[in-house]
């Protein structure tokens, strides 16, 4: 595993975090969220010396309990320990004991990882993707 570091995206790191979400071009408001997160200190970031690898978006978004509400990490560096890296440095930074995140049934890696990091499922929502229900996640963070 090569060695990243995590810090929270500031403004000079918008173009980078695009840059590396294909999701941008064809999600609408994707860009308009990732904007927004940067600029509210939601935003965290893995990076290999200048290069952008990773990011995670967390936020008070689910019933105003800490959500990590996106994380994503580049093809090329995936189940290399940027997620891990993410998840834990948003762990340490939790303001609260709770810490939520969610992901589509059909993200078996997404689902492995929660579990490999101490989440436990906590429940779901349906028809937010039809076919796809949305799997909720949990875990209580120790300091």
Known sequence: MRECTIDLAGADDLARVRAIDP????????????????A???CCLAREGA????FAVFDRSLYDQPFVALLFVAPERRRQGVATALIRYIEAVCP????FTSTNASNEAMQGLCERLGFARSGWIEH????????IYFKRVTR
Request: charge should be negative.
């Open 23 to 38: 999701r941008v071009r064809d999600t609408p408001g994707r860009d308009t969220f990732l904007a927004r997160a940067v």
């Open 128 to 135: 937010l993707d039809e076919g796809d229900p949305e799997i």
């Open 96 to 99: 609260t004991e709770k810490l």
């Open 40 to 42: 509210a200190g939601q």
């Open 51 to 54: 290069m952008v690898v990773g």
